[in-house]
């Protein structure tokens, strides 16, 4: 049978996954039957952080990395590897002044951000393209494409200025979170060293809330305080996320949350994107803190070359070798989504594991390692319609959701 018939049949998107499959050997513990249902589903992660990469100095997307030897864990070929079909690319911007300065900055950090995202999928139209609406997300998936959802983890860089936000819509922006681990202008951080200073959302932060549901831009709440949780839930006209957060049960961390928050996020019709980070203490041995010490802080990856940073991952693999970084373990992510499962059942559970931005545990090195997830749901006992909804359509659910609100109050 000729391809051209096989992609009119099947649809190229489908004949990669096949040819993903054949290609590579599907990992422990996953067999040919669950690799094969994961190439089937539409998969995404709510919170990749790779655009931190997109302006490095010879890296590109398209190519394919590895995680010791440039710290990368998503590319192109590791997305067809690991059946990923795309995600929600962030706009992140760390914490900094509450001034007028500040914020100029972080406007002008975080547009450039944008820029290189839409840089980045310019340079590849025929692997990538921007997702804009819940529908694209298949519509761009069957036409043998990686889609693109945009997000910005933390709106300090809106500053004082609202509008900001319909710019930043207009170029993409579909998910938001208020936050990130300092306060802001808008909302409490759950992990600020010097506590609460709005109990919740700012006056600023509550029009945030409602200038998002406008627009159509889904609420994210990881980072977040419990008041802004709470608030969140109450406040939104259209379900929340939480797009990489883990269950306090598991490990007591500031980032996670509670049983009654995660329940109360789904009762609501939202989902928590279970994170690969925050699930156990990492603190590291003497011996191991001493030599990272003496190695230094690492190359700039904005300006470092390829071979340097090369240079300093090998130097840290070698310290990794001889004092092993206390980590958790994929039975750890997975005891995690389990327990949140159990709590808020299958409809309020996605995945956001924060690659390229801390995630990563012991048998979780990079996203070629996903169909794990799926097979181990599926030896849980997870029907197939719970597993793809994890996967994408408890996300794709709330996005529809955001975007039918928004149509409603522009008429």
Avoid at 304 to 323: C, H, L, M, N, S
């Amino acid at each position: 049978m000729s391809y051209r018939l096989l992609t009119a049949l099947l649809g190229s998107a489908a004949l990669l996954a096949i040819a993903a499959s054949a290609a590579t050997p599907p990992k422990p513990g996953v067999s040919k039957a669950d690799m094969a249902l994961h190439q089937k589903m539409l998969t995404l992660d709510t919170h990749l952080d790779t655009p931190t990469h997109f302006a490095r100095p010879g890296w590109d997307i398209a190519d394919h990395h590895e995680v010791e030897h440039d710290f990368s864990q998503v590319d192109l070929p590791r997305m067809n590897e690991g059946g990923l079909d795309g995600g929600f690319f962030v706009i992140y911007t760390g914490q900094g002044d509450l001034t007028a300065a500040g914020y100029q900055y972080a406007r002008d950090y975080a547009l450039r951000r944008a820029i290189e995202i839409r840089e980045m999928l310019a340079a590849h139209p025929g692997k990538f393209e921007l997702a804009l609406t819940a529908a694209d997300a298949a519509r761009i998936n069957k036409a043998g494409k990686k889609f693109a959802f945009v997000s910005m983890e933390n709106s300090w860089p809106l500053g004082e200025d609202l509008t900001l936000m319909e710019t930043f819509q207009k170029e993409g922006l579909r998910m938001a979170g208020p936050v990130h681990f300092r306060n802001n202008q808008l909302a409490d951080s759950s992990t600020d060293p010097k506590g609460k200073i709005w109990n919740g959302y700012s006056p600023l932060g509550l029009r945030w809330i409602a200038e998002a549901n406008r627009l159509g831009i889904v609420i994210d709440v990881s980072h977040a305080s419990d008041d802004v949780v709470d608030q969140s839930v109450a406040l939104s006209k259209v379900p929340i996320i939480a797009s990489h957060s883990g269950p306090k049960a598991i490990y007591d961390h500031a980032r996670n949350m509670d049983d009654a928050r995660l329940k109360k996020i789904a009762d609501a019709g939202g989902a928590i994107c279970i994170n690969s980070i925050y699930l156990t203490n990492t603190t590291p041995s003497p011996e191991r803190k001493a030599a990272l010490e003496a190695l230094g802080r690492g190359p700039d990856l904005k300006t470092a070359t390829p071979e340097v940073v090369k240079a300093y991952a090998d130097k840290r693999a070698a310290i990794d070798k001889a004092y092993p970084p206390v980590r958790g373990d994929f039975d750890l992510f997975m005891k995690s989504m389990l327990h949140v499962l159990k709590v808020t059942g299958p409809k309020g559970v996605c995945v956001g594991a924060d690659w390229d931005g801390g995630g990563g545990m012991d048998g979780f090195e990079d996203i070629t390692d996903l169909p794990k997830i799926t097979a181990r749901l599926k030896a849980e006992g997870y029907s197939d319609a719970d597993i793809e909804g994890i996967w994408s359509g408890n996300v794709l659910r709330i996005l529809a959701a955001a975007e039918a609100y928004a149509k409603s109050v522009a008429k």
